[in-house]
Structures are given as C-alpha cells and as structure tokens.
C-alpha cells in the first residue's frame, strides 16, 4: 500500500477518536440562571469545536423571559443544539415545550411528555379571562407557531399545546412531527445523530466522547437564589429588619439588614412578580400583630394576624410560573415563626420601653422621703438611699415633715409637701 493510504486512515482515525459533544443537563424550573447556563454552553462547545450540545431537559415549565432567552441563543448557536428530554418519566412542560422545539433536533426518551404551554403562570398573571391575558395566550400561540414553522415541525400542534394545554407522549410526539427522534439512552441518542445534517453539518457522533458542561459557581448561586423560598426570605428578613430596628433604636444592623433585604427583593419581583393581594394580606397581618401589643384584646388581632399571613402566604406565588410556588411547609412553618417573632420578641421589646425605670436617679421620683432642713424654694436638704440631696420646693418645707420627690434637676431634687 501507498504512504499516503496509512497518512489518510491515520488522520480519519485521529478526526473519529477526538470527535465529542457537550452535555448540560436541565433539572427543574427554568429561570434566569438557566438562560444564563445555556448561553455559556454554548459558547464552550463551540470554543471545544464540539459536534453539538446536547441539553438533557426535564422541566415543569419557567419564566417566559428566560424562555425568549434561550430561544434567541438556539437560533444564534455557533453549533447544532440538541434538547433531549430525558430521562424515563421526564417531561418538557410548558416552557420547556418551547425549548424543545426551538432546537436545531428534538428528541426524548420513553415514557417521557411534552406540551401543555398555556402560559398560565408564564408572567405571574392571575387573570385569565381578561384582554391583557387573551394577548398574552395570542402572542405565545404566535410565538410557538412561528418557533415550529422555523424548524419544521407540527406548527398546528404547538399552537394547541398553548391554548389547549395539550400534552402528549414521545411516541404520539413523532408520530404528529412535534420531535425528530427517540432515543432510550445518550449512547443511543449519539447512535441516532450520527450523519444528520444540521445547517449544512454533518453530525459524526457515533462514538463520540461526551464532555458535560457543569454550572458555574455563579449559575449555581443564582438557581439557588432565584426561588420563591429565598423570595420570602428576603420579604421576611425586611420585615423583620425594619420592626427590629423600630423596637430597639440605634441597633442599625437589622434596619441595614431589612434594607439590603428590600432592594433583593424588588430587583427579584421584576422577573418573579408577587401577587398584590398576598403582598397585601401579609401587610395586614404585620399589622394586626403590632396594633395587638398596644390593644387590650387578649391575642383576638394576633389570630387574625396569623390567619392573614397565612392566606397572604398561601397566595403570595399561586400564579407564578411552574416550578416557581412556594410549598406548603414553607407557608405553615414562615406562618407560626412570624407570628411567635412578633408575639415573643417584638411585643417584650416594645412593652419594655413603656416599663417604668427600675434602675437610676429616676426610680427615686415619686418616693416619700422627710425633710432633714427647711426646705424652700432657694434650697434645703433631704435623705435618700443612704444619702444626702439637695431638694426645692414651691411650698415651704419644714424639718422632719414627709415629701414626696417630684423630680430631678441635675444633682438638685425637687419636692412637695406631702
């Protein structure tokens, strides 16, 4: 045989051993710092001249916003994009129907779902009958169709999964040409890639070694943060800032806190609104726990209190998006810990500062003391606590007759007759 065969079979055997693609894999809600994970992948498996990037998707649904993102990046993607959902038993609800079909190759495993896109709880509306919210099923029906017509799918059927909430399984989803394949595992996925043409690119991942794409600390950080659970947190550390600062003057810290609390807070509600009328109920229930310290109507305004934040609670996140609602452990637990905040803490700090001073020149006001001189108002003497003061007095004051203190001016005391 000629050199130039063992050069050729070398280089092919070379080019085949060195072929690989990217794996991320989403699990759970799409937000933010999902979008945020995609674009980055994407941009390392390009970097790695990888064959693609394969997204192993199995979500029940996200923010619309976040959901554009994703879509805009597949569209731009240097390289094939590939969501797989997966594994048995995963589905690509909601937001995750609109992933799945803006990719260059749609695929999904056994047993798996996909569809029901009503955008119900897509933007954090409540309403569903208005005109705001048939424009906002208009335009994602829109969206979606045009998403599908873009990649040659069954544009009819994800209009329907919008305004219909239809979902279906992998085997009904490539019968109707909602995806391109079915694939029981990644190996055989890589099996079922192999030679397809993506934008004038042959795929060669028959074999290919496959490098998974790991969230960065950031990303991380921010699919942590980016939770109704945090949401509540931060909402319950201002409150509980600003009070704490309210009862106890000059502490800062917690009025530092309760701000720093707030600003999160908003900067998170712009992605992740918060039901008004939940906001509201928990305002109330603040409310009615501190008029309870002042008002004599033995715990009725705290039950109330606690009644009020738990239905504020329970309807703080009730529209929000799939995977974005706050759990009923949560409700009940953030519930009693408010209410036993308020009762224990608050009501002891505020109730002390209306205590009579036990302690100091102020505890001798109102004490009965006698007169060790004659006492007017250009001076005399009295006996207090072991020791001698200098005492006034409006009405003359004669020697030995009781006084009672009636105030204190520096080291003099003023006096009456008693």
């Known amino acids: ?14 080019a085949l051993q060195a072929a690989q693609v990217g794996l991320i894999k989403i699990d759970g809600a799409i937000g933010p710092a999902t979008a945020d994970y995609i674009s980055r992948a994407l941009d390392v498996a390009a970097d790695q001249n990888d064959e693609c990037l394969i997204i192993q998707l199995d979500t029940p649904g996200g923010l619309l916003q976040s959901t554009k ?26 937001a995750g129907t609109f992933v799945t079909m803006a990719a260059d190759i749609a ?19 409540g309403e569903t009958n208005g005109v705001i919210w048939t424009k906002i099923e208009n335009d994602s029906a829109a969206e979606i169709r045009n998403i599908a017509e873009k990649r040659g799918r069954n544009a009819d059927w994800a209009e329907s999964a919008v305004h219909q909430s239809v979902s279906i399984t992998s085997e009904k989803a490539l019968q109707l040409k909602v995806i391109d394949l079915i694939a029981t595992n990644l190996p055989d996925l890589l ?24 969230m960065s600390a950031g990303e991380i950080f921010f699919q942590w943060f980016w939770q109704p659970e945090v949401m509540m947190l931060l909402m319950l550390i201002a409150i509980y800032g600003f009070i704490a600062e309210m009862s106890h003057p000059g502490a800062i810290f917690p009025g530092v806190a309760g701000a720093l609390a707030l600003i999160l807070l908003l900067y998170m509600s712009a992605t992740l609104p918060l039901n008004i009328a939940g906001l509201a109920l928990i ?50 637990s953030t519930t009693l810990v408010t209410a036993a905040f308020f009762v224990f803490f608050i009501g002891k700090g505020i109730r002390a500062q209306y205590l009579p001073v036990k302690s100091g020149t102020q505890t001798m006001i ?21 020791e001698i003061w200098n005492a006034v007095s409006e009405m003359p004051v004669e020697t030995g007759q009781p006084v009672e203190i009636t105030g204190i001016q520096g080291l003099t005391l003023k006096v009456k007759p008693k």
Do not use: C
């Not at 569809?115 to 897509?122: I, L």
């Open 283 to 332: 305002l109330l229930a603040v409310a009615l726990f501190i008029i309870d310290i002042f008002a004599p109507t033995h715990g009725v305004l705290t039950g109330g209190g606690i009644v009020a934040f738990f239905l504020g609670a329970l309807m703080l996140f009730n529209h929000a998006p799939a995977g974005y609602h706050l759990p009923m452990t949560w409700v009940i």
């Open 69 to 94: 993102i994703i879509v805009e990046s597949f569209y731009s993607a240097k390289i094939p994009t590939i969501v797989y959902v997966a594994p048995d038993g995963a589905s690509a609800a909601s």
């Open 191 to 214: 099996q079922k890639l192999d030679g397809r043409s993506v934008n004038g690119k042959t795929l060669k991942t028959a074999g290919a070694g496959v490098v998974e794409i790991p």
């Open 1 to 14: 045989m000629k050199p130039w065969y063992f050069i050729a079979v070398f280089f092919y055997a070379a």
């Open 107 to 125: 695929a999904m495993a056994p047993y798996t779902r996909i569809g029901a896109a009503h955008p119900v709880g897509m933007n954090g509306e």
């Open 366 to 386: 109102g004490k009965i003391v006698k007169a060790l001189s004659h006492i007017d108002p250009q001076g005399g003497k009295v006996f207090v606590e072991g």
